[in-house]
């Protein structure tokens, strides 16, 4: 089975941009979760999908949002930019909804100036 | 203070050593999640956890729900274990992270 892929892999912006993530989960795959991960803060969770819902969400600005399409896959969507929002952005899928095991996407590299 | 402590921060080992990292956490979990992330950023889930122990290959994780505490144990550690090993877990509908200890081994 191929894995978790996401696009960009490197990706860098203005302040007060907005980016889109992609997130492609293992095939059969229907949870998708996003973290963020900064030398400062370490790994946070951003928010998690499941069947095209979202379940659940951590505690981050308005400016992060979310969807899932009806084949798993996911984007996010980061409006606004601000230089903090650099960071590296990874999705994970797995079977069942949260907590079960999850499969870590390569991630994606923001870099915000 | 944090709500996922991992100690110690950073490790070094000798090629053979038997080595241990701890995970303490103060909310109630539903799972705990022993993860491994490389440099360049790629994380695998070496384990996930809601009670006692398992094992795979040269790794071993354990936990105590009485006591709010994990331990991730590595075997005969060999270099290519050299990496960053996090500390998640699933609660309140969430997943909260530890800040990672960075272990590297000697040949």
Not at chain 1, 6 to 21: A, D, F, S
Not at chain 1, 77 to 84: F, I, K, Q, R, W
Not at chain 2, 40 to 55: A, D, N, R, Y
Not at chain 2, 72 to 80: E, M, Q, V
Request: charged share 15%.
């Amino acid at each position: 089975k191929a894995g978790v892929t996401q696009t960009p892999r490197y990706l860098i912006k203005t302040r007060g941009q907005q980016v889109t993530l992609s997130c492609s989960p293992i095939s059969g795959h229907r949870s998708v979760s996003w973290y963020q991960q900064t030398p400062g803060q370490g790994l946070q969770f951003l928010f998690e999908y499941f069947s095209e819902t979202q379940r659940n969400k951590g505690n981050f600005p308005g400016r992060f949002s979310g969807r899932q399409f009806s084949n798993s896959r996911s984007e996010m969507n980061v409006s606004t930019l601000e230089l903090g929002d650099s960071a590296l952005y990874l999705c994970a899928s797995s079977f069942r909804d949260y907590p079960y095991e999850q499969y870590f996407g390569p991630g994606t590299r923001l870099t915000v100036t | 203070k944090n709500e996922v402590e991992q100690s110690p921060q950073n490790l070094t080992a000798q090629e053979g050593e038997f080595i241990t990292i701890n995970c303490s956490y103060s909310v109630g979990i539903s799972a705990l999640h022993w993860l491994q992330q490389h440099p360049g950023g790629g994380i695998v889930s070496l384990f996930m956890l809601s009670s006692g122990k398992k094992k795979h290959g040269r790794l071993i994780a354990t936990i105590n729900i009485q006591e709010k505490h994990s331990s991730l144990h590595i075997t005969a550690s060999h270099p290519r274990d050299s990496a960053v090993y996090i500390c998640a877990v699933a609660a309140n509908n969430d997943m909260r992270f530890g800040a990672g200890t960075r272990l590297t081994v000697k040949p």
